[in-house]
């Protein structure tokens, strides 16, 4: 998409601006990373609906929107309002407001052997030795103009090290506030997290509005896992409905490593998720699981993309959508199997469950494979009504909004209970509750699918 010449001096004030107030303390190699990336989003502008790749998603409104970045000074925000953010049984908890890191809100005392956690501006400063190995170096800018111009204009984020062998038992949890201003802001978080050989920890990010305001987050992870490294990623959005969230999570694995990516997806008006794990190591593994629930008019976009790059790789995907009012959903599940990923192992399963006539899901289910000994499956079912399970229920004594939300759980349940680490499966336990209750009341008499055996009938399967 052609960049109107009044949004493009827009961007490129930005860019100048922040390079002005970084000149001091960006190192030359990142200064380069910058430049380069704001001449590739210059080139590429935003993507339209003429891109394969974002083909059920049109972003036009983002180019006619004139964000600014947040004020420098953090808004007046109270350790009282971040306790209902908190996450019981964090081993430390990182907040930023508006994309810049608050210290004074966050809690990263006592931290256990092996782990490192601070913020990336900080680890820049420091000339942290993994961060100009890898931050800017897996995230493609090249594919991605959304990337571009995260690697262009952010200003902090949060940076995570995982020392050889350590095991971290509790989660780090990063909370993304985003507080508005008189004005539509933009914030572009970035966060690298560098898991080494035999590691093992589980990170957390969560986003969230303070108020009603207009707000885009654009935030890239990288996480890159050593050989024999288990890691696992849960992106959390419940951002309010005039939100726009686009975010990209792009892992590197080495021999044998294990990555777990969960999203839940419960807030914005826009949203788009990217998440493109590489298993370049032999005998890598990856799980990709996902829940999105919209109603209203939300837009939400699922984009996989999985790159099986050495023999004997394992991926699952598994993504839930529930969908209510207008809502639109979206998944699009590409599995690559390059030349030399002999024996791999590959399964994409999409299930999505339509609550009202007028909800929408595109569904793309897709294989790429050039080895030619390989075990890859791929399919996609679309749900509605099971007046028999619902009936059921209400003949145990249950009243129609509580067995409508019963099956909701049912079938939410089948992502929430992949999710190993107990304290951020409880966690999203609880965030489902007030948003499933919410659907249950907002649908009465709504088309409803059970998630057993018996009720498969009743699902469409696509492609």
Same mark, same amino acid.
């Given at each position: ?13 930005i860019?100048?601006?922040l390079q002005?107030?970084s000149?001091a303390?960006d190192?030359?190699w990142l200064r380069?990373l ?6 590739r989003f210059n080139e590429?502008?935003?993507p339209t ?6 083909r059920?998603?049109n972003?036009?409104v983002l180019?006619?929107i ?6 420098s000074?953090h ?5 009282r309002q971040i306790?209902?953010?908190d996450m019981?049984g964090?081993?430390?908890?990182m +907040? ?7 210290p004074?809100l966050?809690? =990263?005392?006592?931290?256990p &052997? #092996?782990? !490192?956690v601070?913020?990336?501006?900080e680890?820049?400063?420091r000339?942290e030795e ?6 800017g170096r ?13 690697a262009a204009l ?6 995570i090290?995982?020392?050889k ?6 989660p780090?949890h990063l909370l993304?506030l985003s +507080?508005?201003e008189d004005e539509?802001i933009?914030?572009h978080?970035r966060? =690298?997290?560098?898991?080494? &050989? #035999?590691s !093992?920890a589980?990170v957390?990010e969560d986003c969230v509005?303070?108020g009603?305001d207009?707000a ?12 024999g490294a288990?890691?696992s990623h849960?992106?959390i959005?419940r951002?309010?409905?005039r ?5 990209t ?6 021999r044998?490593?294990?990555?777990a990516?969960?999203?839940?997806l419960?807030?914005?008006s826009?949203?788009?998720?990217n998440?493109?794990?590489?298993l370049?190591?032999?005998g890598?593994e990856?799980?990709?699981?996902g829940?999105f ?8 976009d ?5 790159e099986?790059a050495s023999?004997n790789?394992?991926s699952?995907q598994f993504?839930?959508?529930i969908?209510?009012g207008?809502?639109h959903?979206?998944f699009?599940?590409r ?7 002999q ?7 999409n299930r999505?469950?339509l609550l009202s006539?007028d909800?929408?899901?595109?569904t793309k ?6 080895a030619?000994d390989?075990?890859c499956?791929?399919?996609?079912t679309?749900?509605?009504?099971d007046e028999?399970a619902?009936?059921y229920?209400r ?6 909004v509580?067995?409508?939300?019963a099956l ?8 929430v209970g992949?999710i ?5 499966r ?14 249950a009341?907002?649908?009465p008499g709504?088309?409803l699918?059970a998630?057993g055996d018996?009720t498969?009938?009743?699902?469409e399967e696509v492609g």
């Amino acid at each position: 998409m052609t960049i109107a010449p009044e949004q493009l001096g827009n961007y490129l004030e930005i860019f100048d601006n922040l390079q002005k107030h970084s000149a001091a303390h960006d190192p030359g190699w990142l200064r380069s990373l910058r430049e380069d990336a704001l001449v590739r989003f210059n080139e590429a502008g935003f993507p339209t609906t003429r891109d394969e790749d974002w083909r059920f998603t049109n972003v036009s409104v983002l180019a006619q929107i004139p964000f600014r970045m947040a004020a420098s000074e953090h808004p007046a925000v109270s350790a009282r309002q971040i306790e209902l953010y908190d996450m019981a049984g964090s081993v430390c908890q990182m +907040v930023f407001i508006n994309g810049r890191f608050a210290p004074q809100l966050s809690r =990263l005392n006592n931290l256990p &052997a #092996g782990l !490192e956690v601070c913020s990336l501006a900080e680890a820049v400063a420091r000339d942290e030795e993994g961060v100009k190995l890898h931050l800017g170096r897996h995230a493609n800018t090249r594919r991605d103009a959304f990337v571009a111009l995260n690697a262009a204009l952010w200003e902090d984020g949060a940076y995570i090290h995982i020392r050889k062998s350590a095991l971290i038992e509790q989660p780090v949890h990063l909370l993304y506030l985003s +507080v508005g201003e008189d004005e539509a802001i933009m914030t572009h978080p970035r966060t =690298l997290i560098v898991a080494e &050989a #035999g590691s !093992e920890a589980a990170v957390v990010e969560d986003c969230v509005s303070l108020g009603d305001d207009v707000a885009f987050s654009n935030a890239v992870t990288e996480l890159v896992a050593g050989d024999g490294a288990v890691v696992s990623h849960c992106m959390i959005e419940r951002e309010n409905d005039r939100s726009f969230n686009i975010s990209t999570l792009r892992t590197q694995q080495g021999r044998a490593a294990n990555v777990a990516s969960h999203s839940i997806l419960l807030g914005g008006s826009l949203v788009r998720n990217n998440v493109h794990p590489v298993l370049a190591g032999e005998g890598a593994e990856c799980l990709i699981n996902g829940l999105f629930i919209g109603a209203g008019h939300q837009h939400l976009d699922n984009y996989m993309l999985v790159e099986h790059a050495s023999p004997n790789g394992s991926s699952r995907q598994f993504y839930n959508g529930i969908l209510d009012g207008q809502a639109h959903g979206v998944f699009h599940g590409r599995i690559i199997v390059h030349k030399d990923a002999q024996k791999t192992d590959a399964k994409q399963t999409n299930r999505n469950l339509l609550l009202s006539d007028d909800a929408r899901i595109d569904t793309k289910p897709q294989l790429e494979i050039h080895a030619d000994d390989v075990k890859c499956t791929h399919g996609a079912t679309i749900g509605q009504i099971d007046e028999n399970a619902l009936f059921y229920l209400r003949s145990r004594g249950l009243d129609e909004v509580h067995a409508r939300k019963a099956l909701l759980e049912a079938f939410a349940g089948e992502c929430v209970g992949r999710i190993q680490q107990s304290a951020v499966r409880s966690f999203v336990e609880n965030l489902l509750q007030d948003r499933l209750i919410g659907i249950a009341h907002a649908t009465p008499g709504a088309p409803l699918e059970a998630t057993g055996d018996e009720t498969r009938q009743h699902w469409e399967e696509v492609g």
